[in-house]
């Protein structure tokens, strides 16, 4: 068959999305999740201006080809805008594949290695009282990994902390709308210190663990803001709390810096949410520098682009950890858990649970029980995009905030 429609979507049922959406000669419809939290709008312009006119008319089933043509034969390789277009297309072309199979994705993706994919999830409060009513909160619900930020004393509004009062909502919003004094949409600034951050953590993970034990995975994530000597410190005092990951400990670009960080500690570490391709992870891999591999199927160039990484990543014993965030849509999300079902070197799933609004967009089939996340039996990837409603809810700007020190200087984030 051939491809006859490329239809971009952008949509903001409580936060923005870009969805495109494949049409085949004989109707069949794949959908695949362009989502870059913050620079939207130029991923919907490479998918509208640059890709879809090459994709019309063509052999809808060659899926590795058209990623390498989109990728290889492109000559500008890489990068968040080119990689999160490619990631739609290919998840749309594996929708269509597994529709046309009448098989859920999975299964063509070489069926179940586990009953489920284990998830972990957010649990954050400005103070530890707070934080503790977000963690049972979840272990109530039968969740056994959770990922715990918290506020650092001396700093105000810091980013992953659910805003909301304790106990009522676990959930943060990554990007928010403001805007400057000239009525433009900008990012909003936070505050950072680094050292008032190192020297409060550990007694949280204390905290933690004397209320908890030992069984609940905890997992932190310091956003890429320590220098790889702070990293290596924190790692080493989280060592007594058993953690599952500490998360993006240093700047993204430096994949040397783990060295430094692996030296000292054995504290478990995780990064790549702002990865693309495999040549973002290659000496971090292959010297075997992390334990879990962070990117997610939308912004590595897909089911194609991330399977590359993460057969990489097996040889070495690394496992994954797809990033889950709300600003992946729910399509992105149900193609990490269809990946997630088969492959080996499976290690857990981030899931921060989208909104009703958004769901009442994004139809889908995947479920979550007892801790566990499942893709549903549905043919293809199992979402379903009302698309009146998403016209009713148009793109409204948003920025991930940016943080900055104490005298001005703009902060690693
Ligand atoms: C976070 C995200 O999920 C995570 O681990 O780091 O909130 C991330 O900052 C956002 O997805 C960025 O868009
Ligand atoms: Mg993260």
């Known amino acids: ?18 969805t495109v959406k494949i049409t085949t000669k004989d109707g069949l419809v794949g959908y695949g999740d362009a989502t870059l939290n913050g620079r939207e709008l130029a991923v919907a312009s490479y998918l509208r201006d640059h890709l879809a006119p090459l994709l019309r008319e063509r052999d809808e089933s060659r899926i590795e080809d058209i990623w390498q043509y989109l990728y290889r034969g492109s000559y500008w390789r890489r990068g968040p805008v080119t990689m999160a277009a490619i990631a739609a297309v290919d998840m749309a072309l594996w929708d269509i594949k597994a529709k046309r199979a009448q098989m859920p994705l999975y299964e063509l993706l070489g069926g179940a290695s586990r009953k489920g994919v284990r998830a972990y999830v957010h649990a954050s409060g400005w103070d530890y009282e707070a934080l503790k009513v977000a963690v049972e909160g979840y272990r109530t619900q039968g969740f056994t990994a959770v990922r715990v930020q918290t506020g650092v004393p001396g700093l105000g509004q810091i980013y992953g902390i659910a805003p909301a009062k304790a106990g009522e909502k676990y959930n943060y919003e990554p990007a928010k709308p403001a805007v400057n004094s000239l009525g433009e949409p900008c990012p909003v600034e936070e505050e950072w210190d680094s050292r008032a951050y190192l020297n409060f953590v550990p007694e949280i993970f204390d905290n933690l663990r004397r209320d908890f034990g030992s069984s609940l995975a905890l997992l932190h994530d310091a956003h890429h803001r320590l220098t790889p000597i702070e990293a290596a410190r924190l790692g080493k005092e989280l060592e007594p709390y058993d953690l599952f990951w500490l998360e993006d400990a240093t700047p993204g670009e430096d994949q040397e810096a783990f060295r430094l960080i692996r030296s000292h500690t054995t504290t478990p570490l995780a990064t790549g949410e702002v990865f693309n391709t495999v040549f973002d992870y290659r000496t971090l891999i ?8 962070r990117s997610s199927v939308t912004h590595a160039g897909g089911i194609t682009g991330i399977k590359k990484i993460l057969s990489f990543a097996e040889i070495y014993g690394v496992k994954s950890g797809i990033h889950g965030p709300t600003d992946v849509s729910p399509v992105g999300m149900a193609a990490a858990l269809h990946l997630d079902m088969t492959i080996h070197n499976f290690g857990i799933q981030e899931f921060m649970p989208h909104s009703e609004e958004t769901l009442s967009v994004f139809r889908t089939s ?18 379903d995009l009302d698309e009146e409603l998403a016209a009713a809810s148009p793109y409204t700007p948003a920025y991930l905030p940016t943080n900055r020190l104490e005298d001005g200087t703009v902060h690693d984030w």
């Not at 068959?1 to 870009?18: A, E, H, K, L, S």
């Not at 292959?286 to 591999?293: A, C, G, M, P, T």
């Open 286 to 293: 292959s010297e075997r520098l992390i334990d879990y591999v």
């Open 366 to 383: 995947y479920t979550v029980a007892d801790g566990y996340l499942h893709p549903g039996d549905t043919p293809g990837l199992g979402v």
């Open 1 to 18: 068959m051939t491809i006859t429609r490329v239809d971009v979507i952008i949509t903001c049922p409580g936060r923005n999305f870009v």
